[in-house]
DNA sequence: GACGACATGTAATGGGTTACATGATTCC
DNA sequence: GGAATCATGTAACCCATTACATGTCGTC
């Protein structure tokens, strides 16, 4: 069986949303799934054609006299089969991310406070306005009619609302250690 | 000014601590570290190379009779100063990381409630692990003698702590809503 | 003598970002 | 007319993992 990376999931399932386009799936993802997902064209592109090659997608170019190039793609039934598989399959992967602040304060010596302070302050700040777009998103979301989207849309939510709290709390505690 | 990547200033800065060769750095990245950051061998000797050739560090190799190879390294003035410099740099990635658990969750649907929880579940299980992992180097460090790096370790612990916390309790909760 | 920990290193491969190229449409 | 957004795509590069190759030392 051949074996697709999270990132080519993740462009075959956000096809069953609303996104129809890679332009679509750029979009949402930066939206509404940015805090646990990333991804560039250059991935999106490349997944799109090699989803279509094996059968997975189709391609709909447009037709007619409409001027911009905007391709769409559906799932076909193996696309939706093998999705489906990948999603009950068990996930292996929970690594933590590589945290350049934490590395920084960990290599850091007491000479340096200030500016290990100031920099966990910027984390703070970041996250902070993290915690604002979330709260903006969720407003927005509680508007839209309830589907299974904006369900699993609120959830994951919830766990960016958690982390960057979370972080909160730890930077002001680290700053308040540090002082 | 020739750039590096942060695991090459990993690498540098590790050296700093009781670490001296491409083996201990691997050691202590995996159990001190690994909350927040994580290296292959294939890094570290190829980054040490480039780090000797750029002379930030210098290679003590081995003289005598000692059959074990063990390469040492130190840094020179340069390194150090650069280490410094490096620390100091206003820090740009705060990005979230990939997370496959809620990739899953955001892409499933009802029919699939059953699977997802038990992903989920597993994902509170390595959480949980992980705290009780935390507990233990937390342990071990505070009988250490108190160093900066025992300081910096219980920051960056409490961050491990507190994110594997919150996991925890976002597990329960969507555990809870899912049902 | 076999196994696990110690120890160094490279090559192939995979995954991902960035920069670039191109062009339409909308709105000020 | 210019800027922002919509929209598709590729190539060069960078970063990282995995598998492999090799050998020592201690201990059960």
Redo the contacts with the bound molecule.
């Keep these: 069986m051949k074996?697709?990376?999270?990132?080519?999931y993740a462009v075959l399932g956000l096809l069953t949303t609303h996104c129809r386009?890679?332009?679509?799936i750029?979009?949402m993802i930066d939206t509404s799934l940015s805090h646990f997902w990333?991804?560039?064209?250059?991935?999106?592109?490349?997944s799109?054609?090699l989803l279509v090659e094996d059968g997975l997608i189709e391609r709909h170019d447009q037709t007619g006299s409409?001027?911009?190039?905007?391709?769409?793609y559906t799932l076909t039934n193996e696309g939706q089969k093998l999705l489906k598989q990948w999603l009950q399959e068990p996930v292996e992967k929970f690594s933590n991310e590589?945290n350049e602040v934490l590395l920084r304060l960990f290599l850091s010596d007491e000479e340096q406070t200030t500016t290990t302070i100031q920099q966990i302050e910027k984390y703070r700040a970041v996250q902070y306005e993290k915690l604002e777009t979330y709260e903006l998103i969720e407003h927005s979301l509680r508007t839209e009619p309830v589907t299974i989207h904006r369900k699993r849309g609120l959830l994951t939510l919830d766990f960016g609302k958690k982390m960057s709290r979370a972080i909160v709390e730890w930077c002001d505690e680290t700053i308040a250690q540090l002082r």
Aim: proline share 3%.
């Design positions: 074996r697709y990376s999270a990132t080519t386009t890679g332009y679509d750029k979009r990333k991804i560039s064209y250059g991935q999106i592109y490349p799109l054609k409409t001027k911009v190039e905007r391709v769409e590589k």
